[in-house]
């Protein structure tokens, strides 16, 4: 067979039309073709997302005992909502005293968030984010936290489009944040393990953890505002080299149904 | 007509792999839809004719993916390719537990080419821009057998949907790509 078929033409034809698209987004324009494919496919997107959470509705409806299945639901969004007011409030009253006694300064404890439907997750199932469809256009950047439930942290705005952004959550392996345990102050950081496991590292030895302690964003480099819920630990190990402890945490938030999340624009 | 209708048929069933799976599935269980829509559309219509249509559903898989923009389009590309070579497809059509079996073969090596290529892609990205996302590529877990299951049960409900759709949409069917084209 001649190799110089018309298929095969047509083949290299087409690689090297996409080789030099690759090489045009390797050298900076990726985010300005992503930006513009999204901004068009973002209203269907969204209508198919909220179409397809309708359905979800109705197949969780009849798995589950009729009214049961809604009282549970809001059962739990209003506990999501208590412990996130209640881990808040410590926060808040171990900060004031704090503060009262150093400074005398007002804590902050008021966020200004901008809500936003997630659109589409990883397609490839390969990294750990979402999509939302709020963006530059809303004053969206880079860095800035994501939440659910009025304080529970879900990831970090990792990419911003013109009418969408992206947030890495933090299950994602890349993802960094400064966390304490809330009883008792331990600092260290959290990284996500790929799925719905987070790991917090670097814990002193001298410090004190036990298993369902609520940990919470410390925010430390001030990237993020303090006090957001993360999870509970449910595992405590030693580093391998034993010079830190490390805990397994359980993510508060339901990672795997996300639907309306916040963003925090100023806090 | 025809063209309308495979461009409706490639961006519904995109749209369905980036916004609505994530409802269904958890993320790292996600059947590969658009891969599923490779396969079928080279299986039914040859490389040559579907070739537009597997870059489409590669950029907008892109649109959606931590990876470089065009290196799904790529990815689609090499696959449908290599597989329109495979003679064998074609020559077995007509016996129905061949083709399955083949049709299952063929997506399970196209689902680990494309996420080994997709995972190259993280990999350079990470290397030389520094902002990739963490990629987990752990090809030896139930997660990710999962994943190749749901997505060969994926290629065999959209080859159906396909071809049914495709006789009852239009005035006559999408012609199969012959044993020549392959």
Redesign the interface.
Known sequence: MHFFSRKNTKFLLIVFILLILVFVSFRGADNSFKGFVLRASSPFLKTFRIFSGGISDVFGFLGSIGDLKNENENLIQKNQELLAENTRLKDIEKENGVLRDEFGLAPKNKYDLEASFVIAQDPQGLGNYVIVDKGNDKGIRIGMPAIVSKGILIGRVSDVFSNTAKITLITDPASAINAEVQDSGSKGILNGEYGLGIRMNMISQAQEIKEGDAVVSSGLGGEMPRGLVIGNISRIDQSKDKLFQEASILPEANLSDLRIVFLVTKF | MKNFFLFVFC?IV???????????F?????P?L?LALVITLVISMG??KS?PWL?LAG?????????????G??AY??IG?AI?YLAAVADIRSRKILFAASLGAITVFSEITK?LF??VS?RLKDY??HQ???????FFSL?YFL?IVYTVLAVYLIYYVFRRSSRSLLQEPIKLATKK?F
């Open positions: 961006t995109v749209f369905f792999q980036l916004s609505i799976e994530g409802v269904f958890s993320l790292e269980r996600i590969d658009a490389f040559e070739a870059v950029l907008l898989i892109d649109a959606g993916s931590g990876t470089i923009f065009g290196t389009a790529l590309i090499f390719w329109s996420d997709f995972w993280f030389y821009l990739s996302f963490a990629v987990h590529a752990n997660d994943k084209r």
